[in-house]
């Protein structure tokens, strides 16, 4: 089974005509570096929610992320 990264979509392991998604270190960084910005400002964390339910809509939140998709 090959694991790509759900964002870029770089190879992160394995091989095979199956595929899973995971998230690589850069897009990972990237993510939590826009997220601390974001959440400094008012709307912020209502901005971050928006975008990573049109990113992950039908998906599982991923651990450690469970505060930005609070109501």
Same mark, same amino acid.
């Given at each position: 089974? $090959? %694991? %790509?990264?759900?964002?870029? =979509?770089?190879?992160?392991?394995?091989?095979?005509?199956? %595929?899973?998604? =995971? !998230?690589?270190?850069?897009?990972? $960084? #990237? @993510?939590?570096?826009? &997220? /601390? /910005?974001?959440? =400094? #400002?008012?709307? =912020? #964390?209502?901005? !971050? +929610? +928006?975008? %990573?339910? /049109?990113?992950? &809509?039908?998906?599982? *939140?991923? *651990?450690? @992320?469970? $505060?930005? @998709?609070? !109501?």
């Amino acid at each position: 089974m $090959a %694991v %790509v990264c759900a964002w870029c =979509g770089k190879q992160l392991s394995g091989s095979g005509e199956n %595929v899973s998604h =995971g !998230i690589c270190e850069p897009c990972t $960084a #990237r @993510f939590e570096n826009h &997220a /601390r /910005r974001a959440a =400094g #400002r008012e709307d =912020g #964390r209502r901005q !971050i +929610r +928006r975008r %990573v339910r /049109r990113l992950v &809509a039908p998906t599982l *939140p991923l *651990p450690g @992320f469970e $505060a930005l @998709f609070a !109501i």
